[in-house]
């Protein structure tokens, strides 16, 4: 008061707030009003222009708008310093004058020359729209205002002449500064020479002003864009610069790598001084104390190198989320004052409006630091995501072969899926963790001041609630484990089901699996029901304890003394504080939890990236010419990891220039082993090795990525049309291209899918070939292949006049023995060490142990073909031992031609799009646009039932009915009169509360689980819908849908039906009724506000229309762009080998850093527009609080403070109310889309009936096992050309037929036809009489047996694998086990039959599995046996016990044998011979050989005539 007085010359320094109309006194409008903008800016200033100095944009050229603020700004100080100048002149002249007339004027102008400068440094700097200067010249028109108008009021009071010049100056500032605060609201130029500005589809939000940024109005153009149109990515913004993965990852990797190497020094110095303790005899206690840091050491690198990279921006937006809550705890000060000016009639008026003003104000000030936090935690968590999939996709490159079999691709994918998501949610969550107690405690004491020590009944209500809500959790959290366990199970089967659906249709086994599914179902919903009605009781109780805090506390407060009033101001401030309470209680136990799923989160991610990673110095690439030999290795020991023995050992091997090496040897001898040390994926223990050059690997098992043909082909490498050519007729693709509907541009599914074995192997080996490079590694690529494509290849491409004779240096490892003598040097490995070297001729002369390898070979060769005229020498005769074959039953030729057509299309080289299109194979995930259709609600509120429909709305409204009158009780007790200090009727009051309060709590509990159980029920329902639709497809539907589509449906799109969809509609019935309520307690009290309440629900509304629109488009685009990263991550870990021995991992971290860059792309839209929608839905809310408070203060008149108070505590929970009512709604159309997805397969074509009835129910069919084809014709797509043709020919019952021809002649098409996988196109088969499309599918599918070419097996019980139905015994099973030679194996496992069969049968060999399979068979025993050539996989020993097997146990029955090796098929009765779909030949052998037509061509090429 004195420095006010020295400064003005007065005393009274302010008599404003008692006054009827507010005005302050002329010193505090010269000193503190017009002090506070200058204040402001000198504080800002040193942080702000340090932040300039870091964030150089590059300058902004001089605009007009620059200009025109330097103008206004130089007016604006001169304006000052002559208000300064009139006061000095005014105190020469002996006019007296106060110090604040000279010095108040003064600080404005340097402040504003300040301004000036900042302004300038802004320019200097790039920054387009200033957040700070745009806040002074707020605070300064503000204050511009209090002066202007206290100037005109004197002037209306006084006349205008008293002080004319200081009128006339301070009119002339206020509009000048109100022209700054409004050039300060535009945007300048972008900075000049920036490369954002050459990008016409940049994110507008750099180029947008403050005002749009803060309230997120910059993203409004995408909204009404999305409402026009259907969104594309190309409508979306690229990522940012600072988002981008190159950015980001880089930065990781560095960050990582610093803090890691620290970690491993000192781990390391650490190990050093323990072994030197140890040597000193110092017992060692710390072996616990390494084992507890060690995983502390794991993650402690990685959370430092997370925070060091995005530390201050966290910490940034903590700072916003203070500030946040101290607008929130003031706000139920100013309601208690507000409530204070309705009780008290003599209180001017403009109180009452200026606390409505201030409140509106305060909340809205909320929303933007509460939103403003929210943005940077979703921009901080998307810059996570990048870092982590960039991590972790470059970590799958460099992994060693021990790592690979630590970490599967399912747990990679879940780390960049499920763990990225758990530490994004705790960017969010973490600050919970320490500002809700703060919060709670601030309550506690706001409490306290109102109702003393009764406020501590509450912390007893709290201690009451916690263990009830903890029991219930934990209860909770065990049936959700059990769901979770049934869920894994049930996947798991699934995904087993959908990847061998083809056996399992073969076999008719569609019933059995589903049981099995519905099974597991059953029990996993009997969970999920026990989790959803304890959810319930734990909503209710939540949303109880408001009450129970206030019911005690109220209770307590007025009974223990009769002189304690329950006015208007404390119970419904009371109110308002208990929300902030329960939302800070309900917001702790979420973000501990967070805290403790990222911590394991962060572990695991910690793990992978710690995990072994391969030897740069392990593969000895040299490129100097110094050396002769290609490759070189001396004395080497290699083993597939440090903890295992050497698998190969004491290897000296030298392989010259140019030449052509055979690797030859047993299975498991190391011959793959060897090609993998050559390539350095195995760590090496002795010795040293040298690779001169590039090299080019073909694995065993052939690598295909879901691309064209052309693409796998190049692999990255440029376009040769001549060379390309050339390549392509080596690897015989020709004519496969050909066959392709869109040449070499079809599309190849994933993993090689849509084509056959052979198909992928020369693909493969393409590839290689095109790379040009100089050492060629080849691991059998002739296994797969027919004979004659692969003499084929071996002359074209390996031989000595193939493609690569030049110079390039072959080694081969092969199983194809008639190759040998054209190689130019063999090695024969025995047990991972070279037994012999030399060339052909050499060894044999020898006599060793190759002689006997090539012996044993030829022999059983020779017993395989015995038994018909020996044609040419025996080198001749020694037909190629190949794997699996060209052409797969049932697999390759069924999807090859549904896949890739019949259409035979000439090449020609520029493809057209069309036929790119055409060559397309699957049908990808469709994305729908728009909203969704409301016939998808009608059809899930179907399947939940219409009766329990309107029970659960009608539930819902008796329940909000009794909320209100709960409300209304409460605001009648406080209006209660007061006689002699106490309140009447007070036990009344208080008992009627608790009595609602408890029927609200049961209403609300019995109304969640109706819901929540309505959605378990309309969940079982449409499940079963989806397993009896996918089971009852035909084969052509399973080609044409990706297995990942199948899956999705089973276990993302259901669990949305299961608990996403049920939880957000209690949610949305719960917040729509609840706002009801709201709007009907603000009109019941103040009828005026539904003037304002009705336009801002219109205006509501049209933001929910646009926000739901755009949001569900964006969420549908991000789904669609995640699953290519899994895709691509998936097959970068499954070919990680080729890609290292291509050197080409840089093209691959630029596709994965392109598709995260693509989904972010899409996220980031997403994010923002959760933000826009919030911000201007808050701001609504607030309207509405401004408007039912502003209504209360003009009728406060007639308008009790019990009814305000109910009243406007009540609009104030509306913002969350709103908020969050569009939210569930928007979960709900996001979700809902799961509902349409699951019942999309009702639409598609289905296969005939399993069973009919009335049909061989009593009559014993299938006696013979003759079959007769009558003018039968087959396609296998409408629009596809006939795949076999009029086909006339009668088998008799017990015939052996074999079934040859070239590659796509038809031969498994004859036994796709025959199980009516596919539907005949015209004629019909007969099998003993009787046509087969007149029978169930099932009825003929159990009669006939197949064993098809890949072995089949499913996690499950050997017993289960072999005998599915369970029809046969125990000793039936041991049988058939003895005479497939697998008895011993068995009776030698742990369980014998029980013994466990992991995924695909992983934990047997490929020949065991042949041999389970080939026992189902002999378990069948049918009168029809479909053989495709099944004993690709076992050596040959066994391979002539199972053919002796197959024909005692046989003999009765009709056996086809489709051969792709012409040897196998040389002692049947008849052979068929196809060609393009018709029958070439059908003749006895001997009748064949001496008509010298196809079959005998077939032999030529297989050198057996």
């Known amino acids: 008061m004195a420095a006010g007085g020295a400064l003005c010359g007065a005393r009274d320094w302010n008599q404003t707030w008692y006054t009827n109309t507010p005005r302050f006194t002329w010193c505090f409008e010269s000193t503190v009003i017009a002090w506070i903008p200058c204040a402001y ?309 403009w109180h009452g409006y200026f606390y409505a003003f201030t409140m509106f104000l305060l909340a809205c000030l909320q929303t933007l630091f509460e939103q403003r936090y929210m943005y940077m935690c979703l921009v901080l968590g998307l810059r996570l995501k990048t870092a982590v999939t960039g991590l972790v996709y470059r970590k799958i490159l460099v992994m060693s072969n021990a790592s690979r079999k630590a970490a599967t691709v399912g747990e990679v994918v879940n780390l960049v899926s499920v763990d990225v998501q758990k530490l994004m949610d705790l960017i969010i969550y973490f600050n919970g963790t320490w500002l809700a107690p703060i919060r709670i405690i601030i309550c506690f004491v706001f409490l306290w001041q109102l109702l003393g020590p009764s406020a501590l009944t509450s912390i007893a209500v709290f201690l009451f609630l916690l263990p009830l809500n903890f029991v219930i959790t934990k209860k909770r959290s065990q049936f959700q484990e059990i769901q979770m366990k049934h869920k894994d199970e049930r996947a798991k089967l699934t995904n087993a089901i959908l990847s061998d659906i083809k056996v399992i249709k073969l076999y008719g086994w569609e019933k059995t699996f589903m049981e099995k599914v519905l099974g597991i179902r059953k029990q996993e919903l009997q969970a999920l029901k026990r989790s959803q009605i304890l959810f319930s009781a734990s909503l209710a109780s939540f949303h109880s304890s408001t009450f129970l805090i206030a019911f005690v506390m109220f209770a307590v407060y007025t009974l223990v003394d009769n002189k304690h009033i329950l006015d208007a101001q404390k119970a419904f401030v009371c109110l308002t504080l208990i929300n902030i309470l329960n939302t800070a209680h309900s917001f702790l136990p979420l973000s501990i939890n967070a805290a403790v799923q990222a911590k394991v989160s962060l572990n695991r991610l910690a793990a992978f990236l710690n995990l072994e990673e391969l030897n740069p110095e392990s593969s000895g690439r040299n490129t100097s010419d110094c050396v002769q030999a290609s490759i070189t290795i001396r004395n080497g020991t290699f083993c597939w990891s440090k903890e295992t023995s050497p698998c190969l050992r004491r290897i000296d091997l030298t392989v010259p220039q140019g030449s052509l090496l055979a690797i030859v040897g047993q ?127 071996f002359e074209h491409v390996l031989g000595r006049n193939g493609l690569l004779k030049d110079k390039q240096t072959r080694v081969l490892v092969t199983h194809t023995i008639n190759i040998l003598p054209q190689v130019d040097n063999i090695v024969l490995l025995v047990d991972g060490t070279i037994s012999e070297i030399g060339s052909y001729q050499e060894l044999l002369q020898r006599n060793g142990a190759f002689a006997e390898f090539l012996h044993s070979h030829i022999t059983a060769e020779e017993k395989a073909g015995a038994g018909f005229p020996a044609i040419g020498d025996t080198k001749g005769t020694i037909s190629s031992r190949n794997g699996p074959s060209q052409e797969k039953l049932f697999s390759d030729n069924s999807v090859k031609s549904s896949a890739m057509g019949r259409e035979t299309i000439p090449v020609s080289q520029d493809c057209t799009t069309a036929a790119a299109t055409k060559g397309i194979l699957t049908k990808g995930e469709r994305t729908q646009h728009g909203r969704v259709n409301t016939s998808i609600y009608a059809a899930y509120l179907k399947v939940t039932g219409l009766p329990l429909c309107v029970y659960i709305i009608l539930l819902f409204m008796c329940q909000q009915a009794v909320s ?407 000793a039936d099973i041991w049988t058939a086990l003895e005479l497939t030679q697998l008895k011993n194996f068995v009776a030698d496992l742990p369980d014998q039959l029980e013994y466990k069969c992991t995924d695909q049968g992983e934990n047997l060999s490929t020949g065991q599995k042949q041999l389970v399979c080939l026992a189902r068979a002999l378990l069948q025993k049918a009168k029809i046996l479909i053989l495709d050539e099944a004993t690709a996989a076992v050596d040959l020993e066994t391979d002539l016990q199972i053919q002796s097997t197959l024909r005692a146990q046989f003999k009765d029955s009709t056996v086809l044998t489709i051969a792709h090796r012409i040897n196998t098929v040389m002692d049947c009765d008849r052979i068929l011979v196809l060609e393009n779909g018709r029958i070439a030949e059908f003749d006895t052998l001997e009748h064949l050989i001496a008509q010298k037509g196809l079959f005998y061509r077939l032999m030529e090429e297989s050198g057996l005539a």
């Open 41 to 349: 800016l000198w504080i800002c200033f040193p942080f702000y222009y340090l932040y300039l100095r870091h964030k150089n944009k590059g300058y902004i050229r001089m605009s007009h708008i620059f200009k025109t603020k330097l103008v206004l700004g130089f007016i604006l100080v001169i304006l000052c310093f002559s208000n300064v100048f009139f006061a000095l002149w005014e105190i020469s002249q002996g006019i007296p004058r106060a110090p604040a007339f000279f010095i108040s004027p003064a600080m404005v102008g340097i402040t504003m020359i300040l301004a000036m400068f900042l302004t300038q440094a802004e320019r200097t700097m790039g920054i387009q729209s200033s957040g700070i200067l745009l806040i002074y010249w707020l605070l300064s028109f503000l204050a511009a205002v209090v002066m202007f108008s206290s100037k005109v009021q004197h002037a209306l009071e006084r006349g205008f002449l008293e002080d004319h010049f200081r009128h006339i100056t301070t009119y002339l500032y206020a509009s000048l500064v109100l022209g700054e605060l409004v050039l300060f609201c535009l945007v300048d130029h972008p900075p000049f020479f920036s490369k954002a500005v050459n990008n016409p589809n940049r994110c507008p939000e750099a180029s947008s002003s403050f005002l749009s940024k803060i309230t997120y109005w910059w993203f409004s153009g995408l909204v009404w864009k999305g409402c026009q149109q259907s969104l594309g990515v190309d409508d979306l913004w690229p990522v940012r610069n600072e988002d981008s993965s190159e950015e980001i990852v880089a930065w990781a990797e560095r960050e990582w790598k610093k803090y890691h190497s620290r970690t491993q020094q000192k781990m390391e110095s650490a190990t050093f001084k323990k072994s030197q303790k140890c040597e000193t005899g110092i017992v060692e206690a710390e072996e616990t104390e390494v084992l507890l840091q060690s995983e502390h050491s794991q993650s402690g690198p990685l959370l430092k190198a997370f925070w060091s990279m995005f530390g201050t921006y966290f910490l940034l937006s903590t700072v916003c989320l203070v500030i946040c809550d101290i607008f929130l705890f003031s706000i139920p000060k100013l309601l208690s004052l507000f409530l204070e000016f309705i009780e008290d009639q003599e209180a001017p008026s």
């Open 667 to 793: 299975v498991g001898a190391g011959k793959s082993s060897l090609l993998s040390a050559l390539l350095g994926e195995l760590e090496k223990t002795d010795g040293c090795m040298t690779m001169k050059g590039t090299a080019a690997y073909v694995p065993q098992q052939a690598w295909i990525q879901n691309a064209s043909v052309e693409d796998n082909i190049l692999f990255g490498k440029e376009m040769d049309e001549t060379w390309f050519n050339r390549v392509i007729d080596a690897c015989a693709l020709q004519p496969d291209l050909q066959t392709f509907p869109a040449g070499q541009k079809s599309e190849i599914g994933e993993k090689g899918i849509n084509i056959s074995g052979g198909q992928k192997q020369r693909v493969n080996l393409a590839r290689a070939v095109y790379q040009k490079a100089s050492i060629y590694l080849l691991d059998d690529p002739l296994s797969a292949v027919d004979a004659h494509v692969g003499q084929h290849i």
């Open 964 to 1370: 209100f009158s709960r409300g209304y009780w409460l605001s009648i007790w406080t209006d209660d009169p007061v006689h002699n200090g106490t309140q009447q009727h007070t036990e009344l009051r208080v008992g009627v509360f608790g009595a609602l309060g408890v029927i609200q709590a049961l209403g609300r509990f019995t109304s969640t689980a109706a819901v929540l159980l309505g959605g378990v029920l309309a969940s079982h329902k449409l499940f079963l819908q989806l397993l009896r639709n996918v089971a009852r497809s035909p084969m052509v539907f399973f080609e044409q849908t990706p297995i990942g589509n199948l899956l999705n449906r089973f276990s993302r799109e259901m669990d949305a039906i299961d608990s996403v969809i049920p939880d957000k509609l209690k949610s949305f019935l719960g917040f729509l009724f609840n706002l009801l309520e709201i709007y009907l307690v603000i009109i019941v009290a103040t009828p005026r506000a539904a003037m304002a309440i009705v336009p801002l629900t219109l205006l509501y509304a049209a933001f929910q229309h646009f926000y739901v629109i755009t949001s569900c488009q964006l969420r549908r685009i991000e789904a669609a762009s995640r699953s290519p990263i899994y895709s691509h991550i998936s097959e970068t870990f499954q070919g990680s080998s080729v890609i290292r021995a291509y050197k080409d991992q840089e093209r691959f971290i630029l596709k994965s850093n392109f598709l995260v860059d693509e989904n972010q792309r899409i996220c980031f839209p997403g994010a923002v527009a959760d933000r826009w929608l919030a911000t201007n839905l808050e701001f609504l809310g607030n309207g509405i609080v401004l408007f039912a408070a502003l209504f209360a203060a003009m009728g406060r008149t007639h308008l009790s403070p019990g009814t305000a108070g109910f009243s406007i505590s009540y609009a104030l929970q509306i913002t969350g109310v709103l908020n969050w009512m569009v939210r569930s709604w928007t979960e709900i159309e996001n979700n809902i889309v799961s509902v349409e997805r699951v019942r999309e397969y009702l639409r598609t074509p289905k296969e005939a009936p399993w069973t009919l009835n009335g049909k061989l129910q009593d009559q014993v069919w299938l006696t013979e096992g003759r079959i007769e084809f009558r003018n039968y014709s087959l396609r296998y797509r409408p629009n596809l050309e006939l795949a076999l043709k009029h086909v006339n020919l009668t088998i008799n019952g017990q015939e052996k037929i074999g079934i040859t021809g070239r590659t796509g002649a038809g031969k498994s098409t004859l036994a796709v036809g025959l199980l009516r996988l596919v539907e005949a196109a015209e004629g019909a088969i007969l099998i003993d009489g009787l046509d087969i499309a007149q029978l169930g599918l099932h009825d003929l599918r159990n009669k006939i047996t197949v064993i098809p070419q890949d072995p089949v097996l499913f996690s499950g019980s050997l017993r289960m694998n072999l005998d599915p139905l369970n029809r046969y015994t125990d």
